[in-house]
Structure formats: structure tokens, C-alpha cells
């Protein structure tokens, strides 16, 4: 990478000349009736490398502080909103909950790294156990989506879109039941309310915004002032005090309609997020995998270190799921004994732990070392996160199908020994063809992960 050039933002940006202290890390929007602060989270790695292994970010003991630093000052704000690249649960902390912790006096979180999860989810919101959103969004350069927020009366609304389909509609009074953040907004306002509130955009003249509640319909709403963006309706917000109920507004110019809507309760009655992105938020991806890679790493010593030490703990039993296995637990009892086996594998186990996995050019013209437990790479070392998933499934689909492979074949030679006394031929030497289906698996894999870290 050419001197000078390292980093485009750090070479062009005029913002990035204010960034030297943590206070101008905090955008305050200060109107007549409160001060809203908008606070960056920046968790890239520096060094960047190149992808897979720039898939967490990191957020080490002197951000952390200076995070801290910029939540004090903006928590004498009306709301708090953050935002930066990475999820939280995908920025590797110097102890678990350290940055949530911080995220917990915040409004919302606002990222945008995993976006839709390659398809698999289409909307990836949570809601944080202090009480925070974690809002996701789409991604800009393949389809287009952004985001327009608003606070209404200190009620936190936001829609996502895409660009170049409007007109654009984002209902602010009465806000979404899935949104609510209890210990943050004033809730009780929606109940004492006059108007249904919303904002409409458009580079066309706005025809109509029909407003229904309940799908009965209250009339068209009309600019707040003229040329305004911002269309409100009488209501009578008395009459839906209990229980869950549904505004639509339908909002038409001179060439296209659009019709959004949400569920909204006056009586704290919420709606709850769907299950998969609250699992994803929630938890801390770094030290699962972690965690994942010295469950199963562990879990092969130890069925090497019992079926050597104390095989009479897989004999083959007639009873119970063991019943299913006793080619594999004879297998493992044979290859465990034999130390010209045993001795080589454990020792090929063992390094993928600490030793390093591959060197490759991670960073621009600087070659860096792989370790399941981290990068090193240009004399830093950025810990490992991705890199354990990546020991794990080399634990799961080599190491242990190896395993299996071995086992399987001593066990069937001894067999295959022990019901003809005459010498084995080659064939039963070599074990049976099922035998080899592990073997091709590990093989696969480890072809497709080459593949894959080369087209990264």
C-alpha cells in the first residue's frame, strides 16, 4: 500500500482534522426544547486486514475508555443515539458486557454490518436487556436502503427504505409497540395526544395521506404548515387507551402510492421482537466461538485420553446410545493403545491450537501469521474472534473425521482378523469403503476453506 494512502478517510476527511478528542466524537443537535446526541463507535481493527479475518471488530481498553468518556457527556441529553460499523455482539471486548454496559444508557445503537444477513433476515432489530434498540440496517451498495429517524416529543420513530421509492412515510405519534424504550421515552404522551403525526417525502406534488386506525378511517392529513413535511390528524386517542391496535396511513403522489402502517398501544401492551436477531444481539459472538473451538478441541483429547487410560468406559454396552457405536467405541479403544497413531495426531491437535495455521498477505504489502487465537499481522496483534470459528469447524470436519476414519478401519480389520485366521489381504487392510467417507468429507472441506481464504 503506497505511503499516504493508507487511509482515505484519515487523508481526505475534514472531520477526521476534529477527531483528535473524544468530545468531537459526540454530534449534539441542540433545538429550543432539548439537545440530542449522536455518539461514533468506532471498533475497526488497525490494523484492517483483509476479509474474512476484518469480520469483528475490536474495541480495546483505551476506546473503551474514551467511549465511557463520550457516554458521560452525552447523557445529559435528551436521548442518546450510537452508532458505528460493527454489531455489538461482533466487537471483541476486553471482557464480556464491557461495551454493553456503555450502550446501556443510550436510546438506540445504530450499525449496519451484517445487514440482512446474506437473505436470511430481512429485519434485524433487537432490543437489548437495559433496554436499548439495536437496530441493523440493509446495505447501501447493493440495495439502496437508508434510514430516516425521528423524535417526536422525545418519542425515538425510525422506518428503513429504499431510495428512489416514494413517497416516503414514517409515523411518528403514535410510535410502533415494538419499539418502545420504557426507561428512556415518555410513553404516557401517546395516550394524551391530539394529533397522529407523520412524515412524508417526496420530490412530487403529495396528492393524498389517508390516515386509518383499526382500518376505520379518520380522513386525509394535512401539512402542519404549508410547505411542511410533516401532516398531522385530529384523533381522539381516548378511544384506544386499552390494548394493541393498528394505525395504516396510505400516502399517494402524482405517480406512485405507498401504504405502511404499524401496531401501537396506549397501555404499555408491546409487541414483541422476532426471536432470531434478539438471539444474535444478545450474545457475544467472539467468546461463543471461543468458546465453541475449546469445547469440541478439548472434547477429542479427552475420548483419546479415556479410551487409552480407562477404556473399560467405552466397552461396548447393550444398552443406552452407546448400543448404536460399538464399531466406533472399539475403534477408539484400538487406535488410543497404538502410540504410532495416537502419538502423530495428538500432536497435529495440539498445534492447531497454538501454532501458527497459515502466513498470507493480509494487509496491503505486509504478510501477516494466522493463529486460531489471533492475527498477527505489520507487528500487531489483533486477538481472535472469526479465526477460533474457523479451529472449530477444522476440529469438527478434519480432526474428527479422521478420527472416525481410523477407528472405524482398525476396528474392522481386527474383525475381519479375528473371524479368518488366514493373513488379511490388502483389501482388509485398507478397511471397508464406508470407511473413507470421513476421509473425503475432511478432504472437501479443507479444499473449500483453501478456496475460500483465496478468493478473500
Known amino acids: 500500500m503506497k505511503k499516504g494512502f493508507d487511509s482515505i478517510y484519515k487523508s481526505f476527511s475534514i472531520h477526521n482534522a476534529r477527531m483528535a478528542s473524544v468530545h468531537s466524537a459526540v454530534y449534539f443537535h441542540n433545538t429550543s426544547f432539548g439537545s440530542y446526541a449522536f455518539v461514533a463507535l468506532d471498533a475497526v481493527p488497525r490494523p484492517g486486514p483483509r476479509r474474512p479475518f476484518n469480520f469483528f471488530g475490536i474495541l480495546n481498553e483505551e476506546r473503551l475508555v474514551d467511549l465511557k468518556r463520550a457516554a458521560r457527556v452525552a447523557s445529559r441529553t435528551n436521548h442518546t443515539v450510537f452508532y458505528g460499523h460493527y454489531p455489538s455482539s461482533f466487537i471483541h471486548q ?127 392529513a394535512k401539512p402542519a404548515s404549508p410547505g411542511s413535511h410533516l401532516y398531522v390528524i385530529p384523533w381522539s386517542a381516548s378511544d384506544y387507551r386499552e390494548g394493541l391496535h393498528t394505525v395504516k396511513v396510505v400516502a399517494s403522489d402524482t405517480r406512485h402510492r405507498m401504504t405502511v402502517g404499524h401496531v401501537f398501544s396506549l397501555d404499555d401492551s408491546r409487541v414483541q421482537l422476532d426471536w432470531f436477531p434478539t438471539l444474535i444481539f444478545r450474545l457475544d459472538m467472539a467468546f461463543l466461538f471461543k468458546l465453541m473451538f475449546i469445547t469440541i478441541w478439548t472434547a477429542v483429547l479427552a475420548v483419546l485420553a479415556v479410551a487409552r487410560w480407562r477404556p473399560r468406559l467405552l466397552t461396548p454396552s447393550t ?22 497413531l495416537v502419538a502423530p495426531f495428538s500432536a497435529c491437535h495440539v498445534y492447531v491450537a497454538i501454532g501458527p ?42 480432526h474428527s473425521l479422521l478420527l472416525l476414519h481410523f477407528a472405524w478401519t482398525l476396528d474392522y480389520k481386527r474383525e475381519r482378523s479375528k473371524a ?16 473413507y467417507g470421513p476421509v473425503l468429507t475432511a478432504l472437501l472441506f479443507q479444499a473449500n476453506t483453501c478456496r475460500s481464504l483465496y478468493k478473500a
Open 357 to 398: 495455521c497459515a502466513v498470507a498477505e493480509l494487509l496491503g504489502d505486509h504478510y501477516g501469521v494466522i493463529f486460531v487465537h489471533g492475527v498477527w499481522v505489520e507487528g500487531y496483534y489483533l486477538p481472535g474472534s472469526l479465526t477460533f470459528l474457523y479451529g472449530f469447524f477444522q476440529v469438527l470436519f478434519f
Open 94 to 220: 476486553p471482557y464480556t458486557g464491557a461495551l454493553r454496559n456503555v450502550l446501556s444508557g443510550a436510546t438506540a445503537y445504530l450499525s449496519g454490518h451484517l445487514h440482512d444477513l446474506a437473505g436470511l433476515a430481512k429485519q434485524l432489530y433487537a432490543q437489548q436487556r437495559s433496554g436499548q434498540l439495536e437496530l441493523e440496517l440493509g446495505d447501501w451498495k447493493e440495495n439502496r436502503r437508508f434510514r430516516l429517524l425521528s423524535f417526536d416529543h422525545d418519542l425515538f420513530s425510525f422506518a428503513d427504505f429504499t431510495f428512489n421509492q416514494f413517497p416516503i412515510v414514517l409515523i411518528t405519534n403514535p410510535k410502533s409497540a415494538r419499539f418502545q424504550v420504557r426507561t428512556k421515552e415518555p410513553l404516557g404522551r401517546m395516550a394524551h395526544s391530539t394529533h397522529i403525526r407523520m412524515l412524508v417525502f417526496s420530490p412530487r406534488i403529495i396528492t393524498s395521506v389517508q390516515v386509518f386506525v383499526d382500518d376505520r378511517a379518520l380522513g386525509n
Open 319 to 340: 444398552s443406552g446410545w452407546w448400543a448404536w457405536f460399538p464399531a466406533t467405541q472399539r475403534g477408539l479403544c484400538l487406535f488410543a493403545r497404538d502410540t504410532r
Open 420 to 435: 479368518d485366521e488366514t493373513p488379511p489381504t490388502r483389501r482388509a487392510c485398507c478397511g471397508p469403503w464406508w470407511a
